[in-house]
């Protein structure tokens, strides 16, 4: 590894770029995902964003934040919660999974690599509450885009893009993200004794349901199913009562209170139950009806899992990557995997590979934003 280098702001961030002269860069923030994937290390200096880390602007009115891209998102947390705010895409605190202190991610990663929480369910993906940016190019060039509100204009939506690009087309300086009111009540009816295909289809018929769940998690670690209901108390008692009469054949719920709850959801969005466990660790995404076959499928019913996101999201611990067999079968379920973890070195990617004509889409856009290759782009190897 080479040098850090810590920009102030997007001038010197743009400077430190333009200066790179054939030096690759490595962008980080807290470190919090330097392990996903497990990537090789790469000859490169790392662009550490924790200086950009100042609130810009913050209109608890408004519902809108603008805040430094290197903001410690614990930090940005606790701010909209003295407002009765919160994200959200309930961003998941990953660093313990992967072998980094917990509370080190900042908002700024986490966006370009559009984490979402478990009630991604109910309020989409992180990318959906990116409203725009400041941002150098691999071209040492400073650019906006976005702004405070989300208007239908023509041409490109680059936040979208930025979002999930891991770094590979520009460095984020400054982010601008939608916030909403936290809720007044949160309760999750939990279920126990389920078969990994028994708590798809009792996910499903919840979120079938006009209940508003905001989450759907199936942890057969600690043999619970659980369902998360948020909102007015009166309302989310309710909608309780209706949600465990609807589930009532898989058997008898258990309901857990507001405090419970957001312990609960915070363990299940940073897969707590899968922190420490050996072997390659998978992120396989697929339609939610189709999660409990991925593991039928794969054997792997006593594996270490987690299904999230109503079974659409399949956290799987295997003793051996099988990449080929994964990456078949995902794709033959309409998804994709991702490696996110492993123990030993293997040949097989960690990010799915891209069909080819998405992937010389993905590298013209490259080039039109790094044409040097400045930026290392950890989901392409060698890349």
């Known amino acids: 590894m080479g040098e850090t280098l810590q920009p102030a702001d997007a001038r010197e961030a743009a400077e430190m770029v333009a200066a790179a002269e054939g030096r690759r860069l490595e962008i980080r923030g807290g470190g919090s995902k330097a392990g996903y994937g497990a990537a090789q290390p790469v000859e490169a200096a790392v662009l550490d964003t924790r200086r950009l880390a100042q609130i810009v602007d913050y209109d608890p009115q408004e519902f809108v934040l603008t805040a430094g891209a290197g903001a410690s998102l614990g ?22 999974l992967l072998g980094a202190p917990a509370g080190c991610a900042t908002l700024g990663g986490t966006l370009a690599a559009n984490l979402s929480g478990p009630r991604r369910v109910a309020a989409g993906a992180a990318r959906d509450h990116l409203l725009g940016f400041e941002a150098v190019s691999g071209r040492g ?29 520009a460095v984020l300086t400054i982010v601008t993200v939608r916030t909403v009111a936290r809720p007044r009540a949160a ?56 949600l465990a009469e609807t589930l009532a054949p898989f058997g008898v719920a258990e309901v857990l209170g507001d405090e419970a709850t957001r312990s609960l959801w915070t363990r299940v969005g940073a897969l707590a139950p899968l922190a420490g466990r050996a072997g390659a660790l998978w992120r396989i995404s697929v339609p939610p009806a189709r999660g409990a076959e991925v593991l039928e499928a794969l054997g792997a019913g006593d594996a270490p899992r987690l299904l999230d996101w109503a079974g659409g999201l399949v956290w799987l611990t295997l003793a051996e990557p099988r990449a080929a067999e994964v990456r078949a079968l995902a794709e033959r379920l309409g998804g994709h995997a991702t490696l996110v973890r492993r123990d030993a070195p293997c040949d097989a990617p960690a990010f799915h590979p891209e069909p080819p004509a998405l992937a010389a889409l993905a590298e013209r856009v490259r080039t039109a934003f790094d044409p040097q290759r400045v930026f290392v782009d950890r989901r392409r190897p060698g890349a």
Request: no cysteine; net charge negative; aromatic share 4%.
């Open 75 to 96: 930090e940005i947390e606790a701010l909209l919660a003295a407002h009765g705010q919160r994200l959200a895409f309930e961003p998941p605190d990953l660093g313990p």
């Open 141 to 169: 060039v400073v650019f906006k885009s976005g702004g405070r509100v989300v208007k239908n204009v023509t041409g490109f939506d680059l936040a979208k893009l930025m979002a999930g690009s891991w770094g590979a087309l």
């Open 187 to 242: 309760a999750t009816l939990r279920l126990r004794g389920l078969t990994d295909a028994q708590a798809v289809e009792a996910m499903g018929a919840a979120l079938s349901l006009p209940l508003e769940v905001s989450g759907a998690a199936h942890l057969p670690l600690e043999d619970q199913t659980v369902l998360r209901l948020e909102g007015i108390a009166a309302s989310v008692t309710a909608r309780l009562d209706r």
